[in-house]
C-alpha cells in the first residue's frame, strides 16, 4: 500500500531555478525520507527528517516536515540537468508491518 | 566500501515458472529489506530480514518468499510467476540508521 501521494506528478523547470515537490502522507511516523531515482534504477538516498524537526538542509535540498498536517516539502535550489530524476518521499511509521512506506513520487525535469 | 549488489540485473520468465533473486548487503550491514516497483503500483515493501530472521512484512501472497543467510546475503522467490509479477525488484541493506542503501535492482519480465 502507499502510504500517501507526491504532488506535483511532474515538474519541467529551467536550469538554474528552484524545484519544490511535496508529500502527503496518511499515519504517524518516525521519520520522512527523501529518494531520488534516475530512470527506473536503484533508489538513492538524499536526506532524512524525523518527527520531531521541522527542517533539515543538506547541499542544496531543503526538507520541511509538518506533522499537524501530515505533509513535507522538498525543495532543490539551484536546480541542475543531473536533478533530472524522480524523486520519492517514504515514510517509516511506528504502526503496521513496513520498512518504508513510499508515495507516488515526483518526475522532476530540468531543462538546460 | 562496495555497494549493494543484485543478481542478476535481468530477468525473463514465463508464467508458472519460479525465480530467485540474490542480493548482497553493504559490508556491516545486517538488516535487508526487498521492494516491488510496477508502474501501476509503485514502490511497495516486500520483506525485511535482520541477523536470518523474518522482521517486517508487506502485504504480498505467499508466493513471494525470502530468506537471508549468515552472511547477511539475502534471497527472495516468487513461486508459481504471474504477468503481474514483472517489476523492479530493489533491494536495501541499512546498519543502525533509518537510512536504506539501495541495490541497482533486477528486473524481472514474465512472459
Known amino acids: 500500500s502507499q502510504q500517501g501521494e507526491e504532488d506535483p506528478q511532474a515538474l519541467s523547470i529551467q536550469e538554474g531555478e528552484n524545484a519544490t515537490m511535496n508529500c502527503r502522507y496518511k499515519?504517524?511516523?518516525?521519520?520522512l525520507q527523501w529518494y531520488r531515482q534516475n530512470s527506473g534504477r536503484g533508489l538513492v538516498h538524499l536526506i532524512l527528517i524525523r518527527s520531531n524537526e521541522r527542517e533539515k538542509h543538506s547541499g542544496r535540498l531543503r526538507v520541511t516536515l509538518d506533522t499537524s498536517k501530515k505533509s513535507s516539502s522538498l525543495l532543490i535550489t539551484a536546480s541542475r540537468a543531473a536533478d533530472t530524476a524522480s524523486y520519492f518521499c517514504?515514510?517509516?511509521?511506528?504502526?503496521?508491518?513496513?520498512?518504508?512506506?513510499f508515495g507516488t513520487g515526483t518526475r522532476l525535469t530540468i531543462i538546460p | 566500501k562496495a555497494g549493494v549488489t543484485q543478481t542478476p540485473r535481468y530477468l525473463i520468465k514465463t508464467r508458472g515458472q519460479q525465480v530467485t533473486l540474490s542480493c548482497s548487503p553493504i559490508s556491516g550491514h545486517r538488516s535487508v529489506s526487498w521492494y516491488q516497483q510496477t508502474p501501476g503500483q509503485g514502490l511497495q515493501f516486500l520483506f525485511e530480514y535482520f541477523s536470518e530472521t523474518q522482521r517486517n512484512k508487506g502485504n504480498f501472497p505467499g508466493r513471494f518468499s525470502g530468506r537471508q543467510f549468515s552472511n547477511s546475503r539475502s534471497e527472495m522467490n516468487v513461486s508459481t510467476l504471474e504477468l503481474g509479477d514483472s517489476a523492479l525488484y530493489l533491494c536495501?541493506?541499512?546498519?543502525?540508521?533509518?537510512?536504506?542503501?539501495f541495490g541497482p535492482g533486477t528486473r524481472l519480465l514474465v512472459l
Open positions: 499515519t504517524s511516523i518516525n521519520n
Open positions: 536495501a541493506s541499512s546498519f543502525l540508521s533509518e537510512t536504506q542503501y
Open positions: 517514504a515514510t517509516e511509521s511506528n504502526f503496521g508491518n513496513e520498512k518504508l512506506t
